[in-house]
């Protein structure tokens, strides 16, 4: 298998901090009643890995839909940590 380079921009913050920023201004906008949950909540990261693992089964079954929520928990992915 050839591995393919292809060139992707850094993070983009409008300010210095501004991802750890983001983060808080979330937590206070929780603690005010302005959102129910931070925007990168646990639940939310966990429904877009289901959605993520379901795209890899389906594409696995050339193309077949996969029904959400997984009824098959034990599927997952495989990650290059070492690139």
């Known amino acids: 298998m050839t591995r393919i380079e292809w060139p992707w921009p850094g993070v983009q913050l ?27 909540s646990g639940r939310r990261v966990a ?14 079954q050339g193309g077949c839909r996969v029904e959400l929520p997984l009824k098959d928990r034990s599927a997952g992915l495989d990650y290059d940590w070492h690139r």
């Open 14 to 40: 409008n300010q210095a901090g501004g991802a750890a920023i983001d983060g808080l201004n979330d937590v206070m906008d929780c603690l005010a009643g302005r959102l129910d949950e931070p925007k990168n």
């Open 47 to 60: 429904m877009a890995l289901e959605v993520e693992v379901a795209l890899k089964m389906s594409a696995a």
